[in-house]
């Protein structure tokens, strides 16, 4: 079920499915969807500060009934807020929106923070620095980044105290990142896929449809299930109620090697956000 978990290299339990909230307008949309996702199961949510819908989150998060220890809620430092007292800051101000008093996971958001900074490998460094700090703190239960190739995650470790548990990274069917998940496993770290249905562009897949039909199930249900059984952790997003239970019904059957091969290599446009160029 969604209350599966994977485990994090420091031993945190960590739901298996994270519910998504990127573009989820604030207010009474986001309460609702949030709230939806829990009592559909999920025990997993997925924000930033750059979303703008913490409050909202924060508020469903105290109205859906399900105690707050139950609940993995991550959170990520924008790219404007990296650096060490910054960082701290951001930390701050995510908490007070969220009205929490610690997150679960915290990321940093991008691995290229700034416009006309080409010294990225400092301020990631500097960043992970507070990063460390809150985790010594008990303020976040685990750290990690997001959006970091091997490259990028080489540069930070040469530094770093501790190792980040997560990455979260653009990950679908026709873009499986080989690279990043073998270098990411081979160093004990989660990756969690963000765009886990390419962001919609997989609902024009043919070949998907027939696939699902013979499961009887969705083309989401087997992409999420492709996810799980890579070991990956997917964050699938809607605000549609049905979609949201349907996003969530994944326990029921197997995908073949065959098949999960088949998905792999389905063709699909990646969202076009490349890390190594990503500056904002
Ligand atoms: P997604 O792959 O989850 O796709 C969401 C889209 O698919 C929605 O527009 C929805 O209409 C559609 N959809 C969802 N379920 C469906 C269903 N059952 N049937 C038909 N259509 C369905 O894309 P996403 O929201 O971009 O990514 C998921 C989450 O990952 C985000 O919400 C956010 O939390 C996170 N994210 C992180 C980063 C990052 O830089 N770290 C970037 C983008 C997203």
Redesign the pocket.
């Given at each position: 079920s969604l209350k599966d978990t994977f485990t994090l290299s420091n031993g945190v339990q960590i739901p298996c499915v994270g519910f998504?909230?990127?573009?989820t307008p604030d207010g009474e949309t986001a309460v609702s969807s949030v709230i939806e996702a829990v009592h559909a199961g999920y025990r997993h949510i997925?924000?930033?500060a750059v979303y703008g819908n913490e409050k909202s989150v924060g508020k469903a998060i105290r109205k859906c009934g399900t105690d707050r220890k139950e609940l993995f809620i991550t959170s990520?430092v924008w790219n404007s807020a990296q650096g060490y007292e910054t960082t701290l800051h951001a930390f701050d101000k995510t908490l007070s929106d969220l009205e929490l008093d610690y997150l679960d996971l915290y990321l940093i958001?991008?691995p290229i923070p700034r416009k006309h900074d080409d010294d990225w490998q400092q301020l990631n460094r500097e960043t992970w620095r507070a990063m460390e700090k809150l985790y010594r703190e008990g303020r976040v239960r685990a750290i990690g980044v997001?959006?970091f190739k091997p490259r990028h995650l080489d540069a930070l470790l040469e530094k770093a105290d501790i190792a980040p548990m997560v990455d979260?990274i653009?990950l679908?069917p026709g873009m499986p990142q080989d690279e990043t998940v073998e270098y990411c496993r081979a160093r004990d770290i989660l990756v969690e896929a963000?765009?886990?249905?390419?962001?919609?562009r997989l609902?024009e897949s043919v070949e998907l449809d027939v696939l699902a039909a013979k499961h009887r199930k969705?083309v989401?249900q087997i992409v999420l299930r492709w996810h799980l059984q890579r070991g990956i952790l997917p964050?699938?997003?809607?605000i549609?109620p049905s979609?949201i239970v349907?996003?969530a019904q994944l326990f029921d059957f197997e995908l073949s090697p065959q098949e999960m091969n088949f998905i792999t290599h389905i063709k699909c446009e990646s969202s076009g956000l490349d890390p190594d160029t990503f500056r904002m």
């Amino acid at each position: 079920s969604l209350k599966d978990t994977f485990t994090l290299s420091n031993g945190v339990q960590i739901p298996c499915v994270g519910f998504g909230t990127y573009l989820t307008p604030d207010g009474e949309t986001a309460v609702s969807s949030v709230i939806e996702a829990v009592h559909a199961g999920y025990r997993h949510i997925d924000t930033a500060a750059v979303y703008g819908n913490e409050k909202s989150v924060g508020k469903a998060i105290r109205k859906c009934g399900t105690d707050r220890k139950e609940l993995f809620i991550t959170s990520k430092v924008w790219n404007s807020a990296q650096g060490y007292e910054t960082t701290l800051h951001a930390f701050d101000k995510t908490l007070s929106d969220l009205e929490l008093d610690y997150l679960d996971l915290y990321l940093i958001h991008w691995p290229i923070p700034r416009k006309h900074d080409d010294d990225w490998q400092q301020l990631n460094r500097e960043t992970w620095r507070a990063m460390e700090k809150l985790y010594r703190e008990g303020r976040v239960r685990a750290i990690g980044v997001s959006n970091f190739k091997p490259r990028h995650l080489d540069a930070l470790l040469e530094k770093a105290d501790i190792a980040p548990m997560v990455d979260q990274i653009e990950l679908h069917p026709g873009m499986p990142q080989d690279e990043t998940v073998e270098y990411c496993r081979a160093r004990d770290i989660l990756v969690e896929a963000w765009g886990p249905l390419a962001q919609g562009r997989l609902f024009e897949s043919v070949e998907l449809d027939v696939l699902a039909a013979k499961h009887r199930k969705s083309v989401s249900q087997i992409v999420l299930r492709w996810h799980l059984q890579r070991g990956i952790l997917p964050l699938p997003k809607s605000i549609t109620p049905s979609r949201i239970v349907e996003n969530a019904q994944l326990f029921d059957f197997e995908l073949s090697p065959q098949e999960m091969n088949f998905i792999t290599h389905i063709k699909c446009e990646s969202s076009g956000l490349d890390p190594d160029t990503f500056r904002m």
